[in-house]
């Protein structure tokens, strides 16, 4: 396998560096390096953590809707023509956060910042996996990821040290600088698409039915429906815990260091269960995984609510990053497996706007709960319960659906 990956990295490094790149620059809209700044927003603006966290669900939640039309912009434009555009558009939403001088114009920042990036530019990312790759789409797909997960791991604690020497503004303005110096790498990347757009019918792989499912039907098919809560739960749970972090540490009673310490090894192991995922994919197709792809959240939610040792935690940590690893290729290769890549950027859009509400929900929810009296560590049975759910709704509506993908048209 080592070689085979070699070779086809090689075979394909313009396409998977442009995937790559892209999913990088995605972070300056993602919520760990958004809240690197939280401290320094609050304090700028007067606003409490509620207020924070109300602006923050609001801007996302804008977000998510607009890209239920915007997302389908990538089955009718090139992805260096329209990867260029949202990069300028992901510089201005950063421009503006450095520049922003009043509160009510927070929603509006965030929105821009989400919407730009991890919003568009990682799903043009993995749309443009999913179309150009067919029998090595998990490869595809996990390796294009590591662009954020490089991100996750290494922006965070670059700009943190940075904010020691340099105005939190400033830094947001060499964000901007970052995401528009990526605009003639990705070019360069992609003077010869992979699949040019000229070849794209005869390119595509169809999905159930041997059909191309357009948007609309997708939505109206029982699949997308139990599908749903799957989307939701990852994101919004998986977002939570890292939002609560500092309380959740309090109520365990560890310092919040010691907690953090864990995180790295978390982040390594969610790149193995990526790449894993990738190949497994590859060798038993998605139909065969996703609907077991969760179960690994059951345990590690329930090890979470119970943990009372930091090893234990991590223990805990360890079944999440499962999930968390598996859920950047598998949901992505689902959708065009099972419908199609001829529309698969407007129903990816779909579902990205689902996993972004995700991300604006979970941790309002969960926070409000707690200002309720009911702890993190109850909340987090009931998070293993709903991902039990989630599973059963998985197996109920992949194995209805699954005898579909072989029939004729």
């Not at 760990?32 to 007067?46: C, K, L, P």
């Not at 260096?80 to 509160?103: D, E, F, I, N, Q």
């Not at 990312?125 to 029998?135: N, Q």
Request: hydrophobic share 60%; proline share 4%; aromatic share 12%.
């Amino acid at each position: 396998m080592p070689m085979r990956t070699g070779g086809f990295i090689i075979e394909n490094a313009r396409w998977l560096g442009a995937g790559a790149l892209l999913a990088f620059l995605s972070s300056f809209g993602q919520t760990y390096f958004i809240s690197v700044f939280a401290g320094e927003i609050r304090a700028a603006f007067g606003l409490s953590n509620g207020q924070w966290g109300g602006i923050y669900t609001l801007g996302t939640t804008a977000s998510a809707i607009v890209m239920i039309w915007a997302g389908g912009l990538t089955d009718r434009l090139r992805v260096r023509a329209l990867g260029a555009a949202v990069l300028v558009l992901l510089a201005l939403a950063c421009l503006l956060m450095a520049t922003v001088s009043a509160a009510w114009l927070l929603p509006l920042v965030i929105f821009a910042l989400r919407f730009a990036g991890q919003g568009m530019t990682s799903h043009i990312a993995v749309v443009a996996m999913s179309r150009w790759f067919i029998a090595s789409r998990g490869k595809a797909l996990s390796i294009a990821s590591l662009g954020n997960t490089a991100a996750e791991a290494l922006l965070p604690l670059t700009f943190v040290a940075l904010m020691v020497h340099f105005d939190w503004r400033l830094l947001w303005i060499l964000a901007a600088v970052i995401a528009l110096a990526g605009i003639p790498v990705l070019i360069g990347l992609l003077t010869r698409e992979r699949t040019p757009q000229s070849w794209a019918s005869s390119e595509q792989s169809a999905g159930m039915l041997n059909r191309h499912w357009t948007r609309n039907q997708t939505f109206r098919h029982s699949l997308f429906w139990f599908m749903v809560p799957a989307l939701l739960g990852p994101p919004a749970f998986s977002t939570a815990f890292f939002f609560h972090q500092v309380h959740y540490a309090g109520i365990k009673g560890w310092a919040h260091v010691d907690l953090v310490a864990l995180f790295p090894a978390y982040v390594a192991l969610v790149v193995v269960a990526m790449m894993v995922s990738g190949w497994a994919l590859d060798k038993l197709g998605t139909a065969r995984l996703i609907p077991w792809f969760q179960v690994p959240m059951v345990a590690g939610f329930t090890i979470l609510a119970v943990a009372e040792t930091l090893p234990v935690a991590f223990f805990g940590l360890f079944f999440v990053a499962l999930t968390t690893g598996a859920n950047s290729v598998l949901p992505n290769a689902f959708w065009a497996e099972f419908f199609g890549t001829r529309h698969i950027g407007s129903i990816k859009a779909m579902a990205a706007a689902v996993m972004v509400f995700g991300t604006a929900i979970g941790p309002g929810i969960t926070g409000v709960l707690i200002d309720l009296g009911f702890g993190l560590e109850v909340q987090y049975l009931f998070v293993a319960a709903y991902f039990v759910a989630t599973t059963v709704l998985m197996v109920i509506g992949v194995g209805r659906a699954r005898p579909m993908l072989a029939a004729p048209a």
